[in-house]
T-cell receptor
Framework: GQNIDQPTEMTATEGAIVQINCTYQ??????LFWYQQHAGEAPTFLSY????GLEEKGRFSSFLSRSKGYSYLLLKELQMKDSASYLC??????????FGAGTTVTVRA | IAGITQAPTSQILAAGRRMTLRCTQD?????MYWYRQDLGLGLRLIHY???????GKGEVPDGYSVSRANTDDFPLTLASAVPSQTSVYFC?????????????FGPGTRLTVL
């Protein structure tokens, strides 16, 4: 199984940068995903890492270190609409995802 | 239909009743999943299907059953609902044969068992 840890809550100011860390212990690894979930809505896909390094997608970047069991999601130039929960998920060899409990990010004006 | 749909949107159910949550996707994805989401616990996998005709158990399968008769539909059945099954249920699908195989989620069903 997977054990996935991420902070419960983070608060940042509009225009700032926030980094959400995720650590995992896995019995099998086949990729790490980040999802965004606004309150009352479904999760939506943000990023995917399977090799070590940084993946950049506009204002969002995700980093993976497989040897350390560590990932982070970097949100730059924060906007009010970025207030949401961010879910870290690890995929195993059977293509099943295990999710962390999620990090609620609040962006303040 | 565009993407993945779920029905009903919400339901209040008496304990002991049988309930089927419906999920349909039109993306021809091979894999489908059912999750429940509870405050503080995140998304937990109930059952999954990697292809039509096959199903597997996830992390929390007890009290739930699924079937996958065709590619598009993946219903979740609660044979005899209990209050601990009060949750938000999300169905998801993915094309695990190409690209990153990210999962696409339906809008969810909010279920309350009294």
């Amino acid at each position: 199984g997977q054990n996935i840890d991420q902070p419960t809550e983070m608060t940042a100011t509009e225009g700032a940068i926030v980094q959400i860390n995720c650590t995992y212990q896995t019995s099998g690894f086949n990729g790490l995903f980040w999802y965004q979930q606004h309150a009352g809505e479904a999760p939506t896909f943000l990023s995917y890492n399977v090799l070590d390094g940084l993946e950049e997608k506009g204002r969002f970047s995700s980093f993976l270190s497989r040897s350390k069991g560590y990932s982070y999601l970097l949100l730059k130039e924060l906007q009010m609409k970025d207030s949401a929960s961010y879910l870290c998920a690890v995929r195993d060899g059977d293509y099943k995802l295990s999710f962390g409990a999620g990090t609620t990010v609040t962006v303040r004006a | 239909i565009a993407g993945i749909t779920q029905a009903p949107t919400s339901q209040i159910l008496a304990a002991g009743r049988r309930m089927t949550l419906r999920c349909t996707q039109d993306m021809r994805h091979n894999a489908m999943y059912w999750y429940r989401q509870d405050l503080g616990l995140g998304l937990r996998l109930i059952h999954y299907s990697n292809t039509a005709g096959t199903t597997g158990k996830g992390e929390v399968p007890d009290g739930y059953s699924v079937s996958r008769a065709n590619t598009d539909d993946f219903p979740l059945t609660l044979a005899s609902a209990v209050p601990s099954q009060t949750s938000v249920y999300f169905c998801a699908s993915s094309d695990s044969m190409s690209g990153p195989g990210e999962q696409f989620f339906g809008p969810g069903t909010r279920l309350t068992v009294l």
